[in-house]
């Protein structure tokens, strides 16, 4: 696989990594030289298109194959990384990553999180959204082999990461409420 990584991503003349066989999965990002914590190592590129856009070209064929390249950018955009996609589609899941992402002003990035040595995979955490619908083929689907001691067994997010979102959506929606009745109340004297 021609390795055309970092070009853009690393001032730095040696590129980060180069994509070789993975024991783990497929293809996999190795370290070239050493990357220094918190170095900006890539950015995820590739079509940008909507959610009903990607389920659409993905939704079956996810069935027997969940190494389709998309990042799920916002609740409104998707990344399409076989579409225009760099070295970085490859960088695989870990529960114990050396890397992460960051979305800056709609733009992906994968950071450093630890230095890391000449030979190195690079991970980064995929933590799948989950909407709690997830099925018991869909949770054997996503389980994790990154072999960590700390691996949660899933390449989604902790199901505790759902249940933190679901209660704030009830503590926002709980103030809206309130913000509503107060509104009411308010308007009640003066309409007498
Ligand atoms: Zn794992």
Redesign the pocket.
């Known amino acids: 696989m021609p390795s055309v990584t970092s070009r853009r991503a690393t001032p730095s003349p040696v590129p980060a990594f180069e994509i070789r066989r993975s024991a783990i999965a497929g293809a996999g990002a190795y370290a070239l030289r050493l990357i220094k914590k918190g170095e900006k190592i890539i950015e995820y590129v590739g079509e940008r298109v909507s959610h009903p856009v990607a389920d659409a070209r993905y939704d079956d064929a996810a069935e027997h194959d969940h190494h389709t390249f998309l990042f799920a950018v916002s609740s409104r955009t998707v990344i399409d990384a076989t579409v225009g996609g760099n070295d970085s589609r490859f960088i695989n899941?870990?529960?114990?990553p050396n890397c992460e992402t960051e979305i800056e002003k709609g733009r992906v990035f994968v950071f450093a999180l630890r230095d890391i040595k000449v030979g190195e995979e690079l991970a980064y955490d995929y933590a799948y959204e989950r909407d709690g619908t997830e099925t018991e083929k869909e949770e054997r689907y996503y389980k994790?082999?990154?072999?960590?001691p700390?691996?949660?067994?899933?390449?989604m997010e902790p199901k505790s990461e759902l249940l933190k979102r679901q209660r704030a959506k009830q503590r926002a929606l709980a103030k809206k409420r309130k913000a509503v009745k107060k509104k009411t109340k308010a308007k009640k004297p003066s309409k007498r």
């Open positions: 899941h870990s529960c114990e994790c082999l990154c072999g960590s700390m691996c949660r067994g899933t390449i």
